[in-house]
């Protein structure tokens, strides 16, 4: 996934605020594909981006978006 892809990318560059916005960018996409289509890959590419976005946000020192990411990922 292209978003996902960029965010790993910021997130490698230390752009933090960059990479949280394409990994939520790809999430909210995610989220309203999962009604049409609710497949094992995308449960799996929605848990990797639940991941990265509470790293991102960690890192960033948000820490109730943190907790909300992370037990979204569970």
């Keep these: ?6 965010g790993n990318k910021f997130f490698k560059k230390n752009d933090l605020a960059a990479a949280l916005s ?5 999430l909210d996409g995610l989220e309203k ?3 049409k289509d609710n497949t094992p ?5 929605m848990v990797s ?3 990265n976005t509470a790293m991102c946000s960690e890192s960033m ?4 978006a943190t907790i909300q ?3 979204l990922a569970i």
């Design 1 to 6: 996934m292209k978003w996902k892809e960029d």
């Design 22 to 26: 394409a990994y939520k960018y790809a």
């Design 33 to 35: 594909r999962v009604v």
């Design 41 to 45: 890959e995308i449960k799996k590419l």
């Design 49 to 51: 981006l639940y991941q």
């Design 61 to 64: 020192n948000m820490r109730s």
């Design 69 to 71: 990411m992370s037990s």
